[in-house]
T-cell receptor, first 112, second 111 residues
Framework: DADVTQTPRNRITKTGKRIMLECSQTKGHDRMYWYRQDPGLGLRLIYYSFDVKDINKGEISDGYSVSRQAQAKFSLSLESAIPNQTALYFC???????????FGPGTRLTVT | KQEVTQIPAALSVPEGENLVLNCSFTDSAIYNLQWFRQDPGKGLTSLLLIQSSQREQTSGRLNASLDKSSGRSTLYIAASQPGDSATYLCAVRQADYKLSFGAGTTVTVRA
């Protein structure tokens, strides 16, 4: 089984809808991250969490919110989806004191 | 703000040829640099991580060099195979958590 899983893997939604992307990990890592990837651009950090009570904005947090329900679960919400939020979304984890991040398979989100 | 650039954006080579992928960054104050491979539908896989104090790292057919002062890293893949076809991303770390990514180089190895 994959160490970092994301659900759903693909989602098409309409403008104005609320949508939640979920991430779960079995690596026992404290730190979790949400990124988005757009064609021709590198991954950009949306939010990150160092533990259940520590959540921080990344460089492009506007229009997004997150919830860290447990050490192993980190959800990303789009309160009112808009077309320019169409992108590939990645969740990642890392252990305290270690630099390497481990990525999930991604969620492809399309907002029409 | 750190800017990471990868050139070329795409590369096509015949099987057996060596691959050379370039990554440049604007702020040399980095903790480390990481090379990833991205396959469609499978997320990112870490290939090599070079600490800022290191000049290179090797793993099998892969070798990555780092010249921090000039803001450059190069990933070499020896004797390329069709299975090496993927997008390769480099990312630099400055603060404890933040990775700044390049847009990637998409490699096609022709059989």
């Amino acid at each position: 089984d994959a160490d970092v899983t994301q659900t759903p893997r693909n989602r098409i939604t309409k403008t104005g809808k609320r949508i939640m992307l979920e991430c779960s990990q079995t690596k026992g890592h404290d730190r979790m991250y949400w990124y988005r990837q757009d064609p021709g651009l590198g991954l950009r950090l949306i939010y990150y969490s160092f533990d259940v009570k520590d959540i921080n904005k990344g460089e492009i947090s506007d229009g997004y919110s997150v919830s860290r329900q447990a050490q192993a679960k980190f959800s990303l919400s789009l309160e009112s989806a808009i077309p320019n939020q169409t992108a590939l979304y990645f969740c990642a984890t890392s252990a305290l004191g270690h630099y390497e991040q481990y990525f999930g398979p991604g969620t492809r989100l399309t907002v029409t | 703000k750190q800017e990471v650039t990868q050139i070329p954006a795409a590369l096509s080579v015949p099987e057996g040829e060596n691959l050379v992928l370039n990554c440049s960054f604007t702020d040399s104050a980095i903790y480390n640099l990481q090379w990833f491979r991205q396959d469609p539908g499978k997320g990112l896989t870490s290939l090599l991580l070079i600490q800022s104090s290191q000049r290179e790292q090797t793993s099998g057919r892969l070798n990555a060099s780092l010249d921090k002062s000039s803001g450059r890293s190069t990933l070499y893949i020896a004797a390329s195979q069709p299975g090496d076809s993927a997008t390769y991303l480099c990312a630099v770390r400055q603060a404890d958590y933040k990775l700044s990514f390049g847009a990637g180089t998409t490699v096609t190895v022709r059989a």
